[in-house]
């Protein structure tokens, strides 16, 4: 019996179209089909998914390395990998945030940052912080004026609006103590990991495409590499994360470190030691952006959105 393709309208016989591949079958869709779809697609040892994400990690660089070569439909496509990676680790890390507020535990960021605070021994032989000594700036002080001075000018550039809504927000800041606005400030960047990860792909593709300038490689393929690189980097920082081990958040950082300099090293064909002072050389500009896009995301939470 000869059908209809319900996806491009050629008439074939059999379950599959001769023109568009697509299976024949009913238009509206039911729970078991698309819940069967989703695990051969996505659990198959023999499907894509699965193949891709063992090759990201088993060796680094060579889904880069295999599009920059041609072959597009080997393995998912780089934007496909980048979304699923890291909306794997958003989901991670907003339950971890979640769950270390429920149970009063200070935000995760704010938790591996501290690791590096100098102690003291209390009497119970329990390690605490060590408490910082009163030198904020007195009223009748020097420094004091002088901030007071540079933060009226700077508040005189912005527009009124903005003026107005830093007052009405200052009244109400006020009340917070300092350990709340630091978990505001943490949690800001927890709810905004997906949005920075999109503001500095295209920007760290420009400064690796710099780096590696005169080696025949277009932005569009720095491009596809950053992407790799930042669905490789998201699964291994979201381990912490998922562990909710905070002290594992700086060794997992060195490992992702030596993961992206593997990468580029098979990716572009390229000594180790080739890769590694222009991942150093990446480095320094894609922290110093990343933590001035952060700090505009908390202050915008923390005066607006809060």
């Not at 591949?21 to 023999?46: C, F, N, W, Y």
């Not at 591996?112 to 912080?129: L, N, V």
């Not at 005169?214 to 930042?230: D, K």
Request: charged share 15%.
């Amino acid at each position: 019996m000869r059908v209809t393709c319900l996806n491009c309208a050629t008439e074939f016989e059999g379950k599959f179209c001769p023109n568009c591949g697509q299976k024949h079958g009913p238009a509206m869709p039911d729970t078991r089909e698309v819940i069967g779809d989703l695990l051969r697609s996505a659990l198959s040892p023999s499907g894509k998914i699965v193949e891709t994400l063992v090759t990201l990690f088993r060796r680094p660089g060579e889904l880069s390395k295999a599009y920059l070569s041609g072959q597009r439909n080997r393995y998912v496509h780089p934007v496909r990998v980048y979304l699923l990676c890291v909306f794997v680790f958003v989901a991670i890390a907003s339950l971890n945030g979640t769950w270390r507020s429920w149970t009063g535990q200070k935000p995760f960021e704010q938790a591996s940052s501290e690791i590096f605070k100098p102690a003291t021994q209390s009497s119970e032989g329990q390690s605490t912080q060590t408490p910082k000594p009163d030198d904020s700036p007195k009223p009748d002080s020097a420094s004091y004026k002088a901030g007071r001075v540079i933060g009226e000018s700077a508040k005189a550039s912005l527009p009124p609006w903005l003026q107005e809504k830093m007052r009405e927000r200052a009244k109400t800041m006020g009340e917070r103590s300092a350990a709340e606005m630091e978990r505001r400030v943490y949690r800001s960047l927890t709810q905004n990991y997906s949005l920075l990860f999109a503001l500095l792909v295209p920007i760290m593709a420009f400064i690796n495409w710099m780096l590696y300038a005169g080696r025949g490689i277009t932005y569009g393929g720095h491009f596809v590499f950053v992407l790799h690189a930042t669905a490789g980097g998201s699964l291994i920082f979201a381990l912490p994360y998922l562990f909710n081990a905070p002290l594992a958040y700086w060794p997992v950082t060195l490992v992702a470190m030596l993961w992206q300099i593997l990468s580029a090293r098979h990716a572009f064909g390229v000594s180790l030691w080739a890769a590694f002072w222009r991942y150093v050389a990446y480095l320094l500009p894609s922290m110093i952006i990343s933590g001035v896009m952060g700090i505009t995301m908390a202050f915008y939470h923390v005066v607006f959105a809060g």
